[in-house]
Nanobody
Framework: VQLQASGGGLVQPGGSLRLSCAVT????????IGWFRQAPGKEREGVSC????????HYSDSVKGRFTVSRDAAKNTVYLQMDNLRPEDTAVYYC????????????????????????WGQGTQVTVSS
């Protein structure tokens, strides 16, 4: 099982970026998968999650209306479209999946004690600055 995140970079406030998470070793037809971020000095938080079983999404309040999580089953890839970016969105972004569960809400709200049950990709840096 591998998750490969890409697409980070430097963008000005108000700009957009699209992150990609290419997965191998499992298919996007049941597990919950999502995007988490960790800013310096802060805990990792789930921001956008998707159930690949029923396409139900969950977003944190901080990104709701600005971020969109989606999947391309044919490419086995999950995307995070980030619009109207703010300096406070600056963080390392990780994709994570729970192969044993399908709830997007549960995945995004999973606490650090349960992160070891998940599969993680490497992080990709997003910096929002003028």
């Amino acid at each position: 099982v591998q998750l490969q995140a890409s697409g980070g970079g430097l963008v000005q406030p108000g700009g957009s970026l699209r992150l990609s998470c290419a997965v191998t070793g499992f298919t996007l037809n049941r597990p919950a998968i999502g995007w988490f971020r960790q800013a310096p000095g802060k805990e990792r938080e789930g921001v956008s999650c998707l159930s690949t079983l029923n396409d139900i999404t969950h977003y944190s309040d901080s990104v709701k209306g600005r971020f969109t999580v989606s999947r391309d089953a044919a490419k086995n890839t999950v995307y995070l479209q980030m619009d109207n970016l703010r300096p406070e969105d600056t963080a390392v972004y990780y994709c994570g999946a729970d192969l044993g569960h399908s709830s997007s809400y549960a995945l995004c709200n999973r606490g650090p004690a349960n992160w070891g049950q998940m599969n993680w990709g490497q992080g990709t840096q997003v910096t929002v600055s003028s």
